[in-house]
């Protein structure tokens, strides 16, 4: 199993990143997929989760209306389209799989994104 981000980096405030994390291993559209963040010395906080088919989404309030979970389960990809990005966004971003039909739960690296001038 497998769960690998990437596209995190270095970007201006009010810029946009597009975060993705690609899954292997196991069936993608058996899992639920969800988008984590932990920032220095703090707590890991759930960020956005979206259904296995993609039919439902979910946001933290300090990212609604910005950021956007998506999914392709042809790709066996989830994806997290960030905007309008301030320095409160800076921490490392970990998808995460969590079964529908099983107790599984899978978590990924992490991807960095950094949010300063």
């Known amino acids: 199993v497998q769960l690998v981000e990437s596209g995190g980096a270095l970007v201006q405030p009010g810029g946009s990143l597009r975060l993705s994390c690609a899954a292997s291993?196991?069936?993608?559209?058996?899992?639920?997929m969800s988008w984590y963040r932990q920032a220095p010395g703090k707590g890991r906080e759930l960020v956005a989760s979206i259904t296995r088919l993609g039919g439902s989404t979910n946001y933290a309030d300090s990212v609604k209306g910005r950021f956007t979970i998506s999914r392709d389960n042809a790709k066996n990809t989830v994806f997290l389209q960030m905007n309008s990005l301030t320095p409160e966004d800076t921490a490392v971003y970990l998808c995460?799989?969590?079964?529908?039909?099983?107790?599984?739960?899978?978590w990924g690296q992490g991807t960095q994104v950094t949010v300063s001038s």
């Open positions: 995460k799989a969590s079964g529908i039909f099983t107790s599984d739960e899978y």
């Open positions: 291993g196991f069936t993608f559209s058996r899992y639920g």
